[in-house]
């Protein structure tokens, strides 16, 4: 457990300098709008738009997105469950969060993991909005650290987790 406890103290430090500033206010109302596009709802809406739009790569996409999410979620789950990590405003009263979590752990971030997840299809399925894609996931996850509900590792392993479920999906599925 002490291997540990620079990364935890590292964490805090991140989080306490990103969320201790004036201007934590009016980013947060940004971070919740960038964050909101993590909510699930648009990627259902990015499939569809590729399934109908896309000819056969739209196609591909959107079976692709159905096969990572579904490695994604239990791994997801899982973790959450198994680290039981608890979210930055209950570690000290000097951090307060901007939105109510959907949750109640905090490792990993399931945005971020869903956002890279998506960001490495559509760099794979649609290569010329690779980087927008790949902007698009790294606001999120920095949206989640900045609405005080996730840490710095929390997002890096959700952007991992979401990378690898894409590349296996890629993998089994992809040409």
């Known amino acids: 457990m002490r291997a540990i406890e620079p990364i935890a103290k590292f964490d805090l430090a991140f989080s306490l300098f990103c969320l201790q500033n004036r201007f934590r206010y009016p980013i947060s109302h940004l971070s919740k709008a960038i964050s909101h596009t993590g ?45 039981k990590r608890r979210r930055p405003q209950e570690l000290t009263p000097l951090i307060s969060s901007f939105i109510t979590p959907s ?47 996730h840490f710095l590792t929390d997002v890096i392993l959700g952007a991992l987790l979401g990378i690898a479920c894409a590349r296996v999906a890629l993998q089994w599925l992809g040409s």
Do not use: Q
């Open 39 to 83: 909510d699930g709802h648009l990627y259902a809406v990015i499939g569809a738009l590729a399934w109908w739009l896309g000819g056969e790569v739209g196609k591909l996409f959107l079976l692709l997105g159905l096969f990572a999410f579904t490695i994604e979620l239990p791994i997801y789950w899982l973790s959450k469950n198994l680290f």
């Open 103 to 149: 949750d109640r752990y905090s490792l990993p971030s399931g945005h971020t993991a869903a956002a890279f997840l998506m960001a490495v299809l559509i760099s794979y399925c649609f290569p010329s909005l690779a980087g927008i894609a790949f902007v698009w996931a790294t606001l999120i996850a920095f949206a989640r650290i900045l609405l005080g509900v």
